[in-house]
């Protein structure tokens, strides 16, 4: 069965710090994964995605994760937080050929002036 | 703005009651999910159709059906109403099928609370 640990259901960093998600994931087929963010009152926007291509992925907004088998991770990174990046984050897992996505229980990032 | 579109966006019900949610695709999206997000289960994938056919199903209740019309919006549909119902649904839509790595594009949600 398919799984997704988010550690740390809040994160907080200055303005202008390194911003460290943690995901793991266990799945027993190679998996397709994701993080997801929303913001207040909205929907989930697709950050980036990883789907067997290159292990280090960028997606919007300066993200980007790094895909890691042997240690079952999928962290997500950005070099320097804005106050604009204050939002919850989640990872997500699917297997290949699987029929649901499998969300982590978020983490919500703060960011502090 | 995802393109994707939900009614309403707030819902406030009694316990044992009925209601139906909508949910309009992005232009030329052939799937469409419906999650449920709560404070205490997080974001639980409910259902997906793709044109019209249904084609995985999450954790979703016996009380809960969905459907997708020819037009391919989708209606979420929840009955006998329980407290425990109150959350936010979520729609999402995407081009492919289950198989697929398309981005899934989320709708801004309905709010449900049942008193």
């Known amino acids: 069965a398919q799984s997704v640990t988010q550690l740390g259901s809040h994160v907080s960093v200055s303005e202008g710090a390194l911003v460290l998600l943690r995901c793991n994931y266990s799945?027993?087929?190679?998996?397709?994964l994701f993080w997801y963010v929303q913001y207040p009152n909205q929907g989930l926007q697709l950050l980036l995605k990883?789907?067997?291509?290159?292990?280090l992925v960028k997606g919007i907004n300066g993200f980007e994760a790094e895909f890691k088998k042997s240690e079952t991770s999928f962290h997500l990174t950005k070099p320097s937080a804005h106050m604009s990046d204050a939002a919850e984050y989640f990872c997500?897992?699917?297997?290949?050929?699987?029929?649901?996505?499998?969300f982590g229980a978020g983490t919500r990032l703060f960011v502090k002036a | 703005d995802s393109g994707v579109t939900q009614t309403p966006k707030h819902l406030i019900t009694a316990t044992g009651q009925r209601v139906t949610l909508r949910c309009s695709p992005r232009?030329?999206?052939?799937?469409v999910y419906w999650y449920q997000q709560s404070l205490d289960q997080g974001l639980q994938f409910l259902i997906q159709y793709y044109n019209g056919e249904e084609r995985a199903k999450g954790n979703i209740l016996e009380r809960f059906s969905a459907q997708q019309f020819p037009d391919l919006h989708s209606e979420l549909n929840l009955s006998s109403l329980e407290l425990g119902d109150s959350a936010l649904y979520f729609c999402?839509?995407?081009?492919?099928?289950?198989?697929?790595?398309?981005?899934?594009?989320f709708g801004p949600g309905t709010r449900l609370t049942v008193l």
């Open positions: 990883y789907t067997s291509a290159a292990t």
């Open positions: 999402a839509s995407s081009g492919g099928d289950i198989s697929s790595t398309d981005t899934q594009y």
């Open positions: 799945s027993s087929v190679p998996p397709y």
């Open positions: 232009s030329g999206d052939l799937s």
């Open positions: 997500a897992v699917r297997h290949t050929g699987g029929f649901k996505t499998i």
